[in-house]
Nanobody
Framework: QVPLVESGGGSVQAGGSLRLSCVVS?????MGWFRQAPGKEREGVAV???????TYAESVKGRFTISKDSAKNTLFLHMSGLKPEDTAIYYC????????????????????WGRGTLVTISS
């Protein structure tokens, strides 16, 4: 496995924006962002399939955008309208095999995971 490395986390005030990045150089399949808030279980935030079709958790729809730059082998999560409840460690995850069926990956089960990057939103 080639490690996934997230970057872009930090601290911002409510209403602000952040962009997370993850280098996904050898991965061509389902990719996604997940998060784990203090004292809570990890949850899916957004996933994208090999044809760039996306699926979002209800809690982030309209505020977050998942995308990938294939030329730069990078997965992004653009976050805007951030709320204190978005505070969490955010993880990038990816799979090698090309796939169009990724909606179910919001519940987890991804092949390879990054170590996470902390996002803190203050009120």
């Amino acid at each position: 496995q080639v490690p996934l490395v997230e970057s872009g986390g930090g601290s911002v005030q409510a209403g602000g924006s952040l962009r997370l990045s993850c280098v996904v150089s050898v991965y061509n399949g389902c990719m996604g962002w997940f998060r784990q808030a203090p004292g809570k279980e990890r949850e899916g935030v957004a996933v994208i399939n090999s044809a760039d079709s996306t699926t979002y958790a209800e809690s982030v729809k309209g505020r977050f955008t998942i995308s990938k730059d294939s030329a730069k082998n990078t997965l992004f999560l653009h976050m805007s309208g951030l709320k204190p409840e978005d505070t969490a460690i955010y993880y990038c995850a990816a799979e090698r095999q090309w796939s169009l069926v990724c909606r179910n990956r919001l519940s987890g089960g991804m092949e390879t995971w990054g170590r996470g990057t902390l996002v803190t939103i203050s009120s």
